[in-house]
């Protein structure tokens, strides 16, 4: 089942339980005190805060996403794209847990042919408060395994906003992928954000009032009036597995990318894992360029502006470690909007100009790189020049910062010439440019409306994004 076939699958079904369907916002977050669009619930948050009536009851979208903090997992992880698409399903005060658990259960087990996804029942386990009966009685009443539900302290499974409000268990489906991918998790301690367990879908419970506390440590002082449900589920991870993939990256909207790069570079994907991490990055990295400047962001050196100019630079540093010195841009976007146009004819109509400002910091980073290598070569020669050749802290962080070379790229260059580079020097020396800018920006600070309850929002979203959680078993028995 192709990607865009699982989206609108999942748009006919929240229809057909009378969910009004709501469009994508974009990237660009329609809050401004988060950069991006993160989750699928985003546009909803006065609704799931209370501090808005909603226009309906109930609500479904497919919530184009951008996080910034899973750059690093890109190509390593099997689940983490810098861009990717958020399915959900939302009530404002009207069903609650156990609706919430019944549609999720007949959605991921319904056989395909009638409208579901068609996952085996025995391979989903589910993460839950273990204080939530209630959950518990629902998922089991559904029909899932008991061996499968893992209760887990309010530390690794509760929605919060960071401030007394809104607070909330949630219950994460994971997929198990089969022994191949890991011990199984029953009684033990496995991570599920190993390769085995694949979380595939977060319903978060808006259920009580909270009061004031540290991190997970507060009071819960009653139930909400209005209750929401909140839920969002990875369409690239149920791509993955719906198509047999190993990984995000193998799915027939980035897979496209990774095929042209081996053609271009004459590497194989699936021949060296150095390379397949560099493959599968620029996959991802070309679409997000896509998908950012489709919505009007350009390259800058700071805020979203930066993000892009990140993604661009990566793409084409993977590709030159890769061996390719020619700008890669031109070969590579139009191969993603032909994946990405199917789900956003924008892309298609609007690609001249994504083209022309992707090719042109292309071209931009392309002449730094030229400029840096010049100087870079200086260095070396220099430093091959004593015993025990080494570029300094000072060498490294002039390159990045006067140069745009990347500390990878510096890294990278300088072992193929059989030098050291001084990293402890560089990374002192960028600590002290960022906490310069650090306490400029904090100067620059003016008064301006109060977003500090989304700001806390996205912190506690974050926070929660970064949290291992544990599967300890089933012990309420
Ligand atoms: P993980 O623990 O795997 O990083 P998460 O707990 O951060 O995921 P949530 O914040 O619960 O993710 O988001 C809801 C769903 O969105 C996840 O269950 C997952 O299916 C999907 N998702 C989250 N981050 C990504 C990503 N970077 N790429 C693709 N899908 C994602
Ligand atoms: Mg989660
Ligand atoms: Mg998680
Ligand atoms: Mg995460």
Not at 149 to 168: I, M, S
Not at 271 to 298: F, K, N, Q
Request: glycine share 10%; aromatic share 10%.
């Amino acid at each position: 089942m192709r990607t865009a076939e699982i989206r609108q699958r999942w748009l006919d079904y929240f229809a057909s339980k009378d969910h009004e369907i709501v469009p994508s916002v974009p990237l660009i977050s329609p809050d401004p005190s988060i950069l991006f669009t993160i989750a699928g619930m985003v546009p909803f948050i006065p609704y799931i805060l209370g501090t808005q009536d909603a226009p309906w009851p109930r609500a479904a979208n497919v919530q184009k996403c951008i996080r910034t903090n899973d750059i690093e997992n890109v190509g390593r992880t099997t689940r983490h794209g810098t861009f990717f698409q958020m399915m959900g399903n939302f009530s404002f005060g009207d069903y609650f847990k156990e609706g919430a658990i019944e549609l999720a259960w007949e959605l991921l087990t319904s056989p395909q042919d009638a409208g579901g996804f068609g996952l085996d029942p025995d391979r989903l386990w589910v993460t839950t408060w273990d204080q939530d009966a209630e959950a518990l009685d629902a998922l089991l009443r559904v029909g899932v395994d008991r061996r499968h539900v893992v209760r887990l302290p309010r530390q690794e499974n509760f929605w919060d906003t960071g401030q007394p409000g809104p607070a909330g268990p949630c219950a994460e489906w994971h997929y198990d992928r089969g022994p191949e991918f890991g011990p199984e998790a029953e009684g033990g301690t496995v991570d599920p954000g190993g390769d085995r367990y694949l979380e595939i879908w977060n319903l978060v419970f808006d259920q009580f009032v909270r009061g004031e506390g540290r991190g997970k440590d507060y009071p819960l002082l009653g139930e909400l009036e209005q209750k929401a449900i909140d839920t969002g589920a990875g369409l690239e991870r149920i791509a993955y597995l719906l198509q047999g993939k190993n990984n995000l990256y193998e799915t027939d909207e980035v897979f496209p990318v990774i095929a042209q790069a081996q053609e271009i570079t004459g590497r194989r994907y699936g021949a060296v894992t150095e390379d397949d991490v560099r493959l599968r990055v620029v996959g991802d990295h070309v679409r997000s360029s896509l998908m950012l400047i489709g919505d009007g962001v350009t390259p800058s050196n700071e805020g979203r502006g930066y993000v892009l100019r990140r993604l661009v630079r990566r793409t084409v540093r993977s590709m030159r470690l890769l061996g390719v010195e020619e700008p890669v841009m031109p070969h590579l976007l139009p191969v993603s909007r032909d994946a990405m146009a199917v789900s956003y004819p924008e892309v298609a109509r609007d690609f001249e100009r994504i083209a022309q400002v992707a090719y042109g910091e292309e071209e931009a980073f392309l002449r730094t790189l030229t400029a840096g290598t010049t100087i870079f070569e200086g260095a070396v020669a220099k430093a091959k020049s004593t015993p025990a050749p080494v570029l300094t802290g000072e060498q490294a962080f002039a390159l990045h910062d006067t140069y745009g070379f990347p500390i990878d790229l510096t890294l990278e260059m300088a072992s193929e010439h059989g030098v050291d580079v001084d990293e402890q020097a560089f990374r002192t020396l960028m600590q002290a440019q960022r906490d310069r800018a650090r306490a400029d920006a904090l100067a620059k600070k003016t008064g301006h409306a109060d977003t500090s309850a989304y700001q806390q929002l996205h912190q506690a979203l974050s926070a929660e994004q970064g949290a291992p959680v544990r599967f300890a078993g089933y012990t309420d028995a």
